[in-house]
């Protein structure tokens, strides 16, 4: 199975600051990347996807980039919104995978 | 706008099994793929398997294989996720989702990439003696 590795596991970010998260896979995966917001109690909630992508409706302060092995979602501009924890998702090759997520607080 | 409105909460017994649902709302399933993922408490989602309205096609990750059935009932709109010989193990939220697509084309061709969206609001499973 393709391994994805999240780095940091914990964030803690002010509101407005910049925050980057990192995933590492351990395969090739032709940029089929995705990214989801899950909140607790909520099912994943997708905000990338083709490593770049944003999907429609998802704040532009949210981006993709990075090509295999490392790939970045970054949020420009922190909102009291968007914590929870942030998993990515490599849908190249079965079993689909997900990285151990990471958790982000709102300070 | 699609929803996926899942099934409640369930709470079973080892060696059971549990049928869990999954039912399109505002939409009528022609030939998409849905998908189904488990989360154990405090774990990362894990995927356990896909189905084709369509076609009826299903692909299971090997951990589930033998062990996970997934169904489609196009009069009824809806997609079930059996799990057999339940353990503690099994206990966990199960989540559908929609396989979204988009085609990119590339010079030797085109990439087919695909994502999970919308999702259910998930159905809880809790296994205990």
């Known amino acids: 199975d393709i391994q994805l590795t999240q780095s940091p596991s914990f964030l803690s970010a002010s509101v407005g600051d910049r925050v980057t998260i990192t995933c590492r896979v351990s395969?090739?995966?032709?940029?089929?990347l995705a990214w989801y917001q899950q909140r607790p109690g909520e099912a994943p909630n997708l905000l990338i996807y083709?490593?770049?992508t944003l999907q429609s409706g998802v704040p532009l302060r949210f981006s993709g980039s990075g090509s295999g092995p490392e790939f970045t979602l970054t949020i420009s501009s922190l909102q009291p919104e968007d914590f929870g924890t942030f998993y990515c998702?490599?849908?190249?090759?079965?079993?689909?995978?997900f990285g151990q997520g990471t958790k982000l607080e709102i300070k | 706008q699609v929803q996926l409105v899942q099934s409640g909460a369930e709470v079973k017994k080892p060696g059971a099994s549990v049928r869990l649902s999954c039912k399109a709302t505002?939409?009528?399933?022609?030939?998409?793929?849905i998908h189904w993922v488990r989360q154990a408490p405090g774990q990362r989602p894990e995927w356990v398997g896909a189905?084709?309205?369509?076609?009826?096609?299903?692909k299971y990750s090997q951990k589930f294989q033998g062990k996970s059935i997934v169904e489609v009932d196009k009069n009824m709109n809806t997609v079930y996720l059996e799990v057999t010989s339940l353990t503690s193990d099994d206990t966990g939220v199960y989540y559908c989702?929609?396989?979204?697509?988009?085609?990119?084309?590339?010079?030797?061709?085109?990439?087919?990439?695909?994502?999970?969206?919308?999702w259910g609001q998930g159905t809880l499973v809790t296994v205990s003696s």
């Open positions: 989702a929609t396989e979204g697509e988009m085609y990119h084309e590339v010079p030797a061709g085109y990439h087919r990439y695909i994502w999970f969206d919308p």
């Open positions: 505002g939409h009528t399933f022609t030939s998409e793929t």
């Open positions: 189905l084709n309205t369509g076609t009826g096609h299903t």
């Open positions: 395969h090739d995966i032709n940029n089929y």
């Open positions: 083709a490593a770049s």
């Open positions: 998702q490599q849908l190249n090759t079965y079993p689909y995978t």
